[in-house]
Every structure is written in structure tokens, then in C-alpha cells.
């Protein structure tokens, strides 16, 4: 693990056991802190330096060998590199020391490190509460520390609050005891040893709903005071998933208790801090008249995937941040599985290829990706490794792993992970090193593969039909998108775990594929049909795209349009489709083509990513004069599946019809259908006189399509709404339709009050990624954010999902111009915590081009065929 660049700490020096108190002030925003850290000292030396960032210390002492404690020389601050250096007056030997500090730092704003949250409770009177978010690098702005996942240490944590506030952190309260009137110092017990970014403390006037699990762990929902009975469908699932959780590890949850905190203002959807985990409230909360099966399962999946972390990321630990998809894609993946488990009838499985698998396979395929095994040298670039590849991709490949290796061997070695290296840290070696010896397979060669070089391949087929028999010929080479732009082929190899299966025979027939090309035979179960199709990548395991040749393509259709093929492979042809077109290895008509196959389709998550595939057309053509015929095309393929769907749910219907009525109807007005648009208003009326009158599975497109055509006295209508109703669900979802009008004066409007205290500050990146995404709203999106850049800065400039999410807006222009705009704009206010993100939207801007370039033409004909 090469660290060479990297701004780490000296190894003279590691802390052990961290005493620490804390006193929030919720008048001033202030905090005061008081510390003492024990250290063991492992060469001599007259300097110790940790990590500090906008604290303020007050006193240091250091003591050691049972000698009186002495203030060092001098206290040296670099604030570029977030330390303190104490300059010691003697030399400190080797062995156990203590150091001893006084500090105060201020409850920003920025909803890092130690923070403030504003929220109205339910009687409307405004309040505050003070809590932590330190992944990666803010622990260092609450107090210092050596802030780095490898120097685990315990904490006795100390929070001295107004007697009337609740306190919550990573472990059970130990004592309590009045300090003076009206303050009370609220201990914790001592925490196992644990990375710094896992610590977490709230404070605020919290109330919880709470229940033991069947082994005795205390698991509570904390939400403000009032919203408490919206925390009991997470409480429940919370329950049912731990005991998932300790059944599949082997390894019982080791804290004795778990919380779960809804938290006003939160930058991250959750964050898994060990034994209190904290979320925002969209992703926490549930109201049982007002959520929809779109939120509960949103819930259900961010509980699941932040309680995998108490074992991957909190009881093992990667052991530097180029290793943060040990952490993150694990719980991707596990989470997933322990829903699938909890609700098989949700078929998580097929919904992860969209939420996952598709997702990283669109950012990997670009030239300005990286490796899931990344090194990162500083705390810019750690914050912009929290994206598709550590996250997705990583869970992907795990998923293909899985199945190559097979359940059983796969879990056992796990557990082997898991129990060797548990209250420690580890490496991506370690893992596969775990599974190879469980299993007997070579992972380590063929991961190796996946994990330290960018992209994937993409699989030519060729096909050699015998009487008995079928070859089918693979040839991989590197799939890029850049392809379009003329760039080579790069000479990069896989080993690939590839199956095949035909239409007589579901059995798949598996080989890993070693080098460049390879061949399968496939004797079908009763062939001797022509039609025999056959299906590479059978339910879509594999991370990797696959070109058919035309015949083969063609003979997949008809199971396409009967749904012989299963949801997950039909999902999968539509999305290589579209991704071939996308780097011109085929005519973008060709998409268009397979898409027409789908106007039959039944299965919400196929039809979710047959949307966004069309939907990455559409924003592509929306300067072009044929536009309208490709909404009509649009429209063609939702309105067979709309009027079977319809707008209310029938007797007998479940979690997946639900999903897809909301995306077809949404998709249908989307594309201009009248009749859609007319219903929704006539909803939207209905839902001004009594919000229940409109189930809130469809309240969200009802609203998004009331905007769509709505006016002046329908925008002030949702906004009055927005201030009106409690929940956030419902208020985002306001917000969210709040950026659909056509209106550039009303779009104008909600851009502006994005930046005010009507909108949460997580929000705003919602609001103004939202209104990039209207055609009426596009450039102005960009030119607000240009001319209201110092105050995004401010706030978001330290990194995160939320400003790459931000700078990613750009991503959709196509012109040269807009290039050129976009390029000098970050050259001239440079962006370190996102300058991958830049890079790759320049990227996109620049495939958007030449894939207009070269299907302009035979698009504006194809529609009008």
C-alpha cells in the first residue's frame, strides 16, 4: 500500500485511550473541550504531532514516567495539512505517556465535524441541536486526534449539556450527574477500540421509540421530540435484520446497544457510526398514511446497508482510505442481501442491477474513472472516492463473486475475514486471501483484475451453430466510451467469470475466461430449432457488456417481448443496448429498435432502467428539430404499460406494482401525454383540498406532472404546501416538483430560495441538480451556481457526494461552447474536492458531442419513419 504522498501522521507516536468532555453551546454555537489522551510512545522523541483543524487549544500539557505534567515549547499549526506539532522541551522515551489538552471550536454550519441542525418542532418554535459527521477527516474539527481509521483507540466520552436535552453516542450511558444548575455531564461507558470517523455524539432535545432484540441488544430510534412514532417501522426492521446480521457473520453484534438517529440536517443519506448511526430524516422515517412503498424501501435498504458496516468498516477496519470500498461495497452488497432476505418479494437482486450494477458500469466506462483500489494521498482526495466505483462496482464484483465461488464457500470465508482481523484493520489482500483459502480457487489472480485497473470489458460474441450444438466464440477488449471520439482500443485483460445459457436450457455453462478470447460449447437441452437463442451473462452476475452480432440480437427479441427471458437478463440487453450506442459501437437507432420490444413489459425495475436509458436519449435531443417525434417515441413505448397499470392500485397488487406505476405514469406525462398531464391536475386539485385524496405512491408524480404545466398560482400553491406540511418526505418531494415548471421566472425563483432557509441545506443540491434536469432550466441551473458560487463553496467545498453531485450538472450540456464555458469556469475557481467529477463531466460533455455528431442524422430520419 504505497503511502509515500501521503499527509499521515508520524509512526513515532499512537494513542490508546481517548478521556474526553465536551460542553455545546447551543446560544453562541461554540463548543469548549477538554481531553486527555493516553499515547504509547514507540521511538523517542522530542515532537509529537496529531491532527487539528479549526479548534482553537487553550492549554497542552504532556506527561509521562509519573513526571508532573509540562507544557511543550511551542504549538505549531498547519493548517494545510489539518495538524498541530507540540515542540517538546525534553525529549519524551519510548513507552506509555498521557497528553492533556483545553480547547474550544465553534458548531459550524457546514454539517461537518461538529455541527449545528435547525428544525422547527412540532409547535413551530425554532431549535437547534448539536451532532458529529467524521468520515473521512473531520474528527480533527471536534478535537485532536490522530485522525487516521489504522490508530484505533478507545473513548470515554464526557457531553456536559442543559439538564432538559437528551445525549446519545456510540455507547450505553454509564452515569449522570448535575455540574451546576440547570447542566448535567452525561458519561458513556468506554468503547471498544474503534477508528476516530466512527465516533459520534448528539445533543438535542431527542425523544426515541426503543425495543431489545432477541439477543439482548437495546436497539432505539431517536428522532425530535414529536416525530418519535415515525421511527417504528425502522425499529422493527432494525430488529429483524440484526438477527439476519448475526445469524450470516457468525459474529454477534458486539456493542450493547444500537441507535438510530434522524438528524435535521445531514450531508451523507446515513452515516455508520458504530453503535449510532446516524441518517437523515428521509432516510430514517416513516409515516404510515404518508410514505410511500418507495420510501419504505429506500429505508429498509440505507438501516440494512449501515448496520452491514457495524461489521464491515466498524469491526474491521480498512487499513487506509484507498481501501474504502472494503467498507463500502460490502455493505452495498450485504445490505442488499439482507433486504432480499427480509422482503424476497421487493426482488432485490434485479432492482440492484439499476441501483448498482448499472450505475457503475455507466462511470467505469469513462476514461476519467479509477480503480476500486485507489490511493489517495490526502483528504481531497479521499472525499472523492465516495462514488459509483467504491461503492458499486465494488458491491458488483462481490456479487459476481459470490456467484462464481458459490454461497457457501463465499460466506465461510467471510467469516474467516471477519474473526482474523476483527477490533483491527485490513487490507483488500487480506479479503481475498480469506476467500481463496476458504474455497480452494484462485481469487486472489482472478480479483486482482477487477480491483487495481479502471473499467471492465466488454464481450464480443460470435456464434458457430452445429447439429447438436452451439460455439459461442467471446472476444473481450476494454469497453470505453471514448470509443466514439476515435480513441484505440487499450490492451487490458480480465479474468472473466462468464456463463451461457439457451433458451432449451436455463443450466448455464461457466468458464472463467483467462486470456483473450475463449470458446463455450453449449448443447442445448432440445435443440434444433434456428431460433435457439442464446443468453451470455445469464441474470446479469457479471460485471462486463456484451455485443451480440445481429442475428443473435434479433432472436432475443421475441423472449424480450413475451418476458420468456427472465426480468434481470431483459434489464441487461436493453442497458448494453444503450451503452453500445453511447460509445458507437452501434447506431444509436439500434437501441431505439431493441427498446420497442419493451412496450409489453410488467417488471418495474426493467422498466426503471429502460426509462433512464431513454431518458439519457431525450436530454440529448432537446435542441434538436425533431424533438417532439422523439417525445411521441417516447410516449409510444409507456402508454401500452400505463393504461394496463393505471393510476390506482387494485386488489392483490404488491410492493413492485406500486414501483411501476410511478415510473410509467411519470415517464408518460414526462413525454407529453395530454391525458396524463389532465389527470394530474385534476389529482394535484384534489390533494390541495385533503393530501390523503392522493396515495402517496403517486403524490410524487402527481405533483412533478401538475408542475409540468402548471402556473403562477400552482407554484405558489406547492410552496405554501412545502411550509405547511411536517414531513420531509413530502417536502422533497414538493421540492423536487417545485423544479419541473417551464416557467424560466418560477425556475428563477426556486433557484433563489434554494440558497435560503426555506430549503435545507442538504437539499439544495437537490433543488438545483433537479432544475438542470428541465429543459427550460438547464443553462440557467449552471448560471446560477456559476454566479452564486462563494456561497456553494462555502458550503460544500470540502467534498462529498453532494458537491459531485453539484459539479455534475454540466454533465448533460453538448456543445462546444458550453466545453469551453464549463472548462474555464473550473480553471478559474479550482475545485480539489471534485476535480474527478469535473473531469469526467467535461468528458461527458465531449461523448455528447460526438454521439450527436454521429447519429443526428439518422435519427431525425428514424423518427420520422
Given at each position: 500500500?504505497?503511502?509515500s504522498?501521503?499527509?499521515?501522521?508520524?509512526p513515532?507516536?499512537?494513542?490508546?485511550r481517548?478521556?474526553?468532555?465536551?460542553?455545546?453551546?447551543?446560544?453562541d454555537f461554540?463548543f469548549?473541550?477538554?481531553e486527555?489522551?493516553?499515547?504509547?510512545?514507540l521511538?523517542?522523541t522530542?515532537?509529537?504531532t496529531?491532527?487539528?483543524?479549526?479548534?482553537?487549544?487553550?492549554?497542552c500539557?504532556?506527561?509521562?514516567?509519573?513526571?508532573?505534567?509540562t507544557?511543550?515549547?511551542?504549538i505549531?499549526?498547519?493548517?494545510?495539512?489539518?495538524?498541530?506539532?507540540?515542540?517538546?522541551?525534553n525529549?519524551?522515551p519510548?513507552?506509555?505517556?498521557?497528553?492533556?489538552?483545553k480547547?474550544?471550536?465553534?458548531?459550524?454550519?457546514r454539517?461537518?465535524?461538529?455541527?449545528?441542525?435547525?428544525?422547527?418542532?412540532?409547535?413551530?418554535?425554532?431549535q437547534?441541536?448539536?451532532t458529529?459527521?467524521?468520515?473521512?477527516t473531520?474528527?480533527?474539527r471536534?478535537f485532536?486526534?490522530w485522525?487516521e481509521?489504522?490508530?484505533?483507540?478507545?473513548?470515554?466520552?464526557t457531553?456536559?449539556?442543559p439538564?432538559?436535552l437528551?445525549?446519545?453516542s456510540?455507547?450505553?450511558?454509564?452515569?449522570?450527574?448535575?455540574?451546576?444548575?440547570?447542566?448535567?455531564a452525561?458519561?458513556?461507558?468506554e468503547?471498544?477500540?474503534?477508528?476516530t470517523?466512527?465516533?459520534?455524539?448528539?445533543?438535542?432535545?431527542?425523544?426515541k421509540v426503543?425495543?431489545?432484540?432477541?439477543d439482548?441488544?437495546?436497539?432505539r430510534?431517536w428522532?425530535?421530540r414529536?416525530?418519535?412514532?415515525?421511527?417504528r417501522y425502522?425499529?422493527e426492521t432494525?430488529?429483524?435484520l440484526?438477527?439476519?446480521?448475526?445469524?450470516?457473520f457468525?459474529?454477534?453484534?458486539?456493542?450493547?446497544?444500537?441507535?438510530?438517529l434522524?438528524?435535521p440536517d445531514f450531508?451523507a443519506?446515513?452515516?455508520e457510526?458504530?453503535?449510532?448511526i446516524a441518517?437523515?430524516?428521509?432516510?430514517l422515517?416513516?409515516?404510515e398514511?404518508?410514505?410511500?412503498?418507495?420510501s419504505?424501501?429506500?429505508?429498509?435498504s440505507?438501516?440494512?446497508?449501515?448496520m452491514?458496516?457495524m461489521?464491515f468498516?466498524?469491526?474491521?477496519?480498512?487499513a487506509?482510505?484507498s481501501?474504502?470500498w472494503?467498507n463500502e461495497?460490502f455493505?452495498?452488497?450485504?445490505?442488499?442481501k439482507?433486504v432480499?432476505?427480509?422482503?424476497?418479494?421487493?426482488?432485490?437482486w434485479t432492482q440492484?442491477?439499476?441501483?448498482?450494477?448499472?450505475?457503475a458500469?455507466s462511470?467505469d466506462?469513462?476514461?476519467?474513472?479509477?480503480?476500486?483500489?485507489?490511493?489517495?494521498?490526502?483528504?481531497?482526495?479521499i472525499?472523492?472516492?465516495f462514488?459509483?466505483?467504491?461503492y458499486?462496482?465494488?458491491?458488483?464484483?462481490?456479487r459476481?463473486?459470490e456467484?462464481f465461488m458459490?454461497?457457501?464457500p463465499?460466506?465461510?470465508?467471510?467469516?474467516?475475514y471477519?474473526?482474523?482481523?476483527?477490533?483491527?484493520n485490513?487490507?483488500t489482500?487480506d479479503?481475498?486471501?480469506?476467500?481463496?483459502?476458504?474455497s480452494?480457487?484462485?481469487?486472489?489472480?482472478?480479483?486482482?483484475?477487477?480491483v487495481?485497473q479502471?473499467?471492465?470489458?466488454v464481450?464480443?460474441?460470435e456464434?458457430t451453430?452445429?447439429a447438436?450444438?452451439?460455439?459461442v466464440?467471446?472476444?473481450?477488449k476494454k469497453f470505453?466510451y471514448?470509443?466514439?471520439?476515435?480513441?484505440?482500443?487499450?490492451?487490458?485483460l480480465?479474468?472473466?467469470p462468464?456463463?451461457?445459457?439457451?433458451a432449451?436450457d436455463a443450466?448455464p455453462?461457466?468458464?472463467?475466461m483467462e486470456?483473450?478470447?475463449?470458446?463455450?460449447?453449449?448443447?442445448?437441452?432440445?435443440?434444433?430449432s434456428?431460433?435457439?437463442w442464446?443468453?451470455?451473462n445469464?441474470?446479469?452476475?457479471?460485471?462486463?457488456?456484451v455485443?451480440?452480432?445481429?442475428?443473435e440480437?434479433?432472436?432475443?427479441?421475441?423472449p424480450i417481448r413475451?418476458?420468456?427471458?427472465?426480468?434481470?437478463?431483459?434489464?441487461?440487453?436493453?442497458?448494453d443496448?444503450y451503452a453500445?450506442a453511447?460509445?458507437?459501437?452501434?447506431?444509436?437507432?439500434?437501441?431505439?429498435?431493441?427498446?420497442?420490444s419493451?412496450?409489453?413489459e410488467t417488471?418495474a425495475?426493467?422498466?426503471a432502467?429502460?426509462a433512464?436509458n431513454?431518458g439519457?436519449v431525450?436530454?440529448l435531443?432537446?435542441?434538436?428539430?425533431?424533438y417532439?417525434?422523439?417525445?411521441?417515441?417516447?410516449?409510444?413505448?409507456?402508454q401500452p404499460?400505463?393504461?394496463r397499470?393505471g393510476?390506482?392500485a387494485?386488489r392483490?397488487?404488491?410492493?413492485?406494482?406500486a414501483?411501476l406505476r410511478?415510473?410509467?405514469l411519470?415517464?408518460?406525462?414526462?413525454?407529453g401525454d395530454?391525458?396524463?398531464?389532465?389527470e394530474?391536475?385534476?389529482?394535484?386539485?384534489?390533494y390541495?383540498?385533503?393530501?390523503?385524496?392522493?396515495?402517496?405512491?403517486?403524490?410524487?408524480?402527481v405533483?412533478g406532472?401538475?408542475?409540468?404545466?402548471?402556473?403562477?398560482?400552482?407554484y405558489?400553491?406547492?410552496?405554501?404546501?412545502?411550509g405547511?406540511?411536517?414531513m420531509?418526505e413530502e417536502k422533497?418531494?414538493?421540492?423536487v416538483?417545485?423544479?419541473?415548471?417551464?416557467q424560466?421566472?418560477?425556475?428563477?425563483q426556486?433557484?433563489?430560495?434554494?440558497?435560503?432557509d426555506d430549503?435545507?441545506?442538504?437539499?439544495?443540491?437537490?433543488?438545483?441538480?433537479?432544475?438542470s434536469g428541465?429543459?427550460a432550466?438547464?443553462?440557467?441551473?449552471?448560471?446560477?451556481?456559476?454566479?452564486?458560487?462563494d456561497?456553494f463553496?462555502?458550503?460544500?467545498s470540502?467534498?462529498?457526494?453532494?458537491?459531485?453531485?453539484?459539479v455534475?450538472?454540466?454533465?448533460?450540456?453538448?456543445?462546444?461552447?458550453r466545453?469551453?464555458?464549463?472548462e474555464?469556469?473550473?480553471?478559474?475557481?479550482?475545485?480539489?474536492?471534485?476535480?474527478?467529477?469535473?473531469?469526467?463531466?467535461?468528458?461527458r460533455?465531449?461523448?455528447?458531442?460526438?454521439w450527436?455528431e454521429?447519429n443526428?442524422d439518422?435519427?431525425?430520419k428514424?423518427?420520422?419513419g
Amino acid at each position: 500500500m504505497a503511502r509515500s504522498n501521503a499527509v499521515i501522521l508520524p509512526p513515532n507516536v499512537k494513542p490508546t485511550r481517548y478521556r474526553l468532555t465536551l460542553e455545546p453551546n447551543l446560544g453562541d454555537f461554540t463548543f469548549t473541550g477538554e481531553e486527555t489522551v493516553d499515547i504509547e510512545v514507540l521511538e523517542a522523541t522530542d515532537e509529537i504531532t496529531l491532527n487539528s483543524a479549526e479548534i482553537a487549544i487553550q492549554s497542552c500539557a504532556v506527561s509521562a514516567g509519573g513526571q508532573a505534567p509540562t507544557s511543550p515549547r511551542d504549538i505549531v499549526f498547519d493548517q494545510s495539512n489539518e495538524t498541530v506539532t507540540l515542540k517538546l522541551e525534553n525529549e519524551l522515551p519510548a513507552g506509555p505517556a498521557r497528553l492533556e489538552f483545553k480547547f474550544t471550536g465553534e458548531l459550524n454550519d457546514r454539517l461537518r465535524g461538529f455541527y449545528r441542525s435547525h428544525y422547527r418542532d412540532v409547535d413551530g418554535n425554532e431549535q437547534y441541536l448539536a451532532t458529529t459527521q467524521f468520515e473521512a477527516t473531520d474528527a480533527r474539527r471536534a478535537f485532536p486526534c490522530w485522525d487516521e481509521p489504522s490508530l484505533k483507540a478507545t473513548f470515554d466520552v464526557t457531553l456536559v449539556i442543559p439538564t432538559e436535552l437528551v445525549a446519545v453516542s456510540n455507547m450505553p450511558v454509564a452515569d449522570q450527574r448535575e455540574v451546576r444548575p440547570g447542566v448535567t455531564a452525561v458519561r458513556f461507558e468506554e468503547s471498544p477500540v474503534m477508528s476516530t470517523y466512527l465516533l459520534a455524539f448528539v445533543v438535542g432535545d431527542l425523544a426515541k421509540v426503543e425495543q431489545k432484540a432477541a439477543d439482548g441488544t437495546l436497539i432505539r430510534v431517536w428522532t425530535t421530540r414529536g416525530k418519535e412514532e415515525q421511527g417504528r417501522y425502522a425499529l422493527e426492521t432494525s430488529v429483524d435484520l440484526l438477527a439476519y446480521f448475526n445469524d450470516y457473520f457468525g459474529i454477534p453484534y458486539p456493542l450493547p446497544k444500537l441507535d438510530h438517529l434522524a438528524i435535521p440536517d445531514f450531508a451523507a443519506g446515513a452515516m455508520e457510526n458504530w453503535g449510532a448511526i446516524a441518517y437523515r430524516e428521509i432516510a430514517l422515517l416513516i409515516d404510515e398514511r404518508d410514505s410511500s412503498a418507495g420510501s419504505r424501501q429506500r429505508v429498509a435498504s440505507i438501516i440494512s446497508h449501515e448496520m452491514a458496516h457495524m461489521w464491515f468498516g466498524d469491526l474491521v477496519t480498512m487499513a487506509w482510505w484507498s481501501d474504502l470500498w472494503l467498507n463500502e461495497s460490502f455493505a452495498s452488497w450485504m445490505g442488499d442481501k439482507a433486504v432480499d432476505h427480509l422482503f424476497p418479494e421487493w426482488e432485490m437482486w434485479t432492482q440492484f442491477l439499476t441501483a448498482d450494477t448499472n450505475r457503475a458500469l455507466s462511470l467505469d466506462g469513462l476514461k476519467n474513472s479509477h480503480p476500486i483500489e485507489q490511493e489517495v494521498n490526502n483528504p481531497a482526495e479521499i472525499g472523492q472516492l465516495f462514488d459509483a466505483i467504491s461503492y458499486s462496482k465494488g458491491a458488483s464484483i462481490i456479487r459476481m463473486l459470490e456467484h462464481f465461488m458459490g454461497e457457501d464457500p463465499f460466506r465461510a470465508g467471510l467469516h474467516q475475514y471477519l474473526t482474523a482481523h476483527e477490533h483491527a484493520n485490513a487490507r483488500t489482500q487480506d479479503l481475498w486471501s480469506a476467500l481463496g483459502d476458504a474455497s480452494g480457487l484462485p481469487v486472489v489472480d482472478i480479483m486482482d483484475t477487477w480491483v487495481k485497473q479502471t473499467g471492465y470489458p466488454v464481450l464480443e460474441v460470435e456464434t458457430t451453430r452445429h447439429a447438436d450444438a452451439i460455439d459461442v466464440g467471446l472476444k473481450q477488449k476494454k469497453f470505453a466510451y471514448e470509443r466514439i471520439l476515435g480513441a484505440p482500443d487499450e490492451d487490458t485483460l480480465w479474468r472473466v467469470p462468464v456463463g451461457v445459457r439457451t433458451a432449451s436450457d436455463a443450466e448455464p455453462r461457466s468458464v472463467v475466461m483467462e486470456g483473450r478470447e475463449s470458446t463455450i460449447r453449449v448443447e442445448p437441452a432440445s435443440y434444433g430449432s434456428p431460433d435457439e437463442w442464446i443468453k451470455v451473462n445469464p441474470l446479469q452476475t457479471g460485471f462486463y457488456r456484451v455485443r451480440y452480432p445481429a442475428d443473435e440480437l434479433t432472436k432475443l427479441t421475441e423472449p424480450i417481448r413475451n418476458r420468456v427471458l427472465p426480468a434481470s437478463d431483459r434489464l441487461g440487453l436493453q442497458n448494453d443496448a444503450y451503452a453500445l450506442a453511447r460509445a458507437g459501437h452501434v447506431p444509436a437507432t439500434d437501441f431505439l429498435t431493441i427498446a420497442e420490444s419493451y412496450r409489453d413489459e410488467t417488471d418495474a425495475s426493467v422498466c426503471a432502467d429502460l426509462a433512464a436509458n431513454l431518458g439519457g436519449v431525450d436530454v440529448l435531443l432537446w435542441d434538436e428539430p425533431f424533438y417532439a417525434r422523439a417525445q411521441a417515441f417516447g410516449r409510444s413505448i409507456f402508454q401500452p404499460i400505463a393504461e394496463r397499470i393505471g393510476w390506482d392500485a387494485k386488489r392483490g397488487e404488491g410492493h413492485l406494482d406500486a414501483l411501476l406505476r410511478s415510473t410509467v405514469l411519470s415517464q408518460l406525462g414526462g413525454y407529453g401525454d395530454e391525458a396524463t398531464l389532465q389527470e394530474a391536475r385534476a389529482r394535484f386539485e384534489a390533494y390541495l383540498d385533503d393530501r390523503a385524496k392522493v396515495h402517496p405512491d403517486i403524490r410524487g408524480v402527481v405533483l412533478g406532472l401538475a408542475a409540468q404545466r402548471g402556473d403562477r398560482s400552482t407554484y405558489d400553491a406547492m410552496w405554501h404546501q412545502h411550509g405547511d406540511v411536517p414531513m420531509e418526505e413530502e417536502k422533497v418531494r414538493l421540492l423536487v416538483a417545485l423544479s419541473r415548471f417551464e416557467q424560466p421566472e418560477l425556475l428563477a425563483q426556486t433557484l433563489q430560495r434554494s440558497l435560503s432557509d426555506d430549503v435545507r441545506t442538504h437539499d439544495t443540491i437537490t433543488v438545483v441538480a433537479s432544475v438542470s434536469g428541465n429543459r427550460a432550466g438547464r443553462d440557467m441551473a449552471w448560471d446560477f451556481l456559476k454566479d452564486n458560487w462563494d456561497e456553494f463553496h462555502r458550503r460544500y467545498s470540502e467534498g462529498g457526494f453532494g458537491l459531485m453531485r453539484l459539479v455534475s450538472i454540466t454533465s448533460g450540456f453538448t456543445s462546444q461552447e458550453r466545453w469551453e464555458d464549463v472548462e474555464r469556469f473550473f480553471k478559474d475557481h479550482p475545485t480539489p474536492a471534485a476535480e474527478r467529477s469535473i473531469r469526467q463531466s467535461l468528458e461527458r460533455i465531449k461523448l455528447n458531442i460526438a454521439w450527436l455528431e454521429r447519429n443526428r442524422d439518422d435519427l431525425a430520419k428514424w423518427f420520422v419513419g
